[in-house]
């Protein structure tokens, strides 16, 4: 499921209808991931989460799925190039949440 979901990213589409498609899947890979206790794909599954749920526009669902996503790499290592994208991507989520609730 991994391999589809990492094409629909690269396909970048914009259609809803796809989009939807996709936060379901990667919902479901995270419900299967979590079931079975394979931890070592949840960060990689949180980030699908997060890129189609910010393709969705729904930045307050994007913004849970990256603070999954940056507990999981703070247990690994603080200074990962994957932790810093995910902190970047938080400080965005709380901007762009901001101004829309002004």
Known sequence: MFDLLDQRV???S??????Q????????????LEKEGLSDYFARAYHL?????????????AKEWIMKELK????????SPEIIAALEISDELDIAIKSLQT
């Open 10 to 12: 690269a396909a970048g």
């Open 14 to 19: 914009t259609k809803a209808k796809t989009i």
């Open 21 to 32: 498609g996709s936060i379901n899947k990667a919902l479901k890979l995270i419900e299967l």
């Open 49 to 61: 989460a997060v890129t189609f749920h910010l393709r969705k526009g729904d930045l307050q669902a």
């Open 72 to 79: 999981i790499h703070e247990l690994a290592s603080f200074d």
